[in-house]
């Protein structure tokens, strides 16, 4: 899969299925439907992983020792909520009512995709996430990518 890139403002429709952008499912490549696995995301969002992605992570995720309590409540937490869909011939999904709801998702979505996965956010959170933007993009860029060998 290429790696995907950009930033999408959506509208969930009347029935709460949200229409992928154009865009990025030109990014994906050729197919009639796409199939994703969408779950809860470490801050107030959602993760959408393209089914051959979601079978990597969770391949790694099911590896972890069980009989480790913090393993457990991390399987337990981030499969919470997972759901495989497809989309429709009209290119769209139906996120379930409550992914939505722990997103906060209403109506307006932001779509943040990178690398191999979609992060999905309500306007609002994702608007708040950014105005918290660091002081200092420059430090925290160093304190990140300072050890990593230049490109």
């Known amino acids: 899969m290429k790696k995907l890139i950009g930033e999408f403002d959506c509208k969930l429709d009347d029935k709460g299925r949200l229409k992928l952008p154009a ?3 030109k990014q994906m490549g050729e197919s009639s439907s796409f199939t994703f ?3 809860r995301g470490f801050e107030a969002n959602l993760m959408m992983y393209p089914e051959s992605i979601w079978d990597k992570i969770s391949s790694q995720v099911d590896k972890l020792n069980q009989y480790i309590k913090k393993n457990r409540e991390f399987v ?3 499969y919470r909520g997972a759901t495989k869909m497809e989309t429709d011939t ?3 999904i ?3 009512k409550k992914l939505l709801e722990y997103a906060g998702i209403d109506k307006e979505v932001v779509l943040f995709a990178y690398n191999d996965r979609i992060e999905v956010w309500s306007k609002a959170n994702y608007d708040a996430v950014l105005a918290d933007e660091p002081f200092d993009f420059s430090d925290l860029a160093e ?3 300072g050890n990593i060998d230049q490109i």
């Open 23 to 25: 865009p990025l499912l």
């Open 37 to 39: 696995v969408v779950n």
């Open 76 to 78: 337990r937490y981030f």
């Open 90 to 92: 009209s290119e769209r």
């Open 94 to 96: 139906l996120i379930p």
């Open 143 to 145: 304190d990140v990518l």
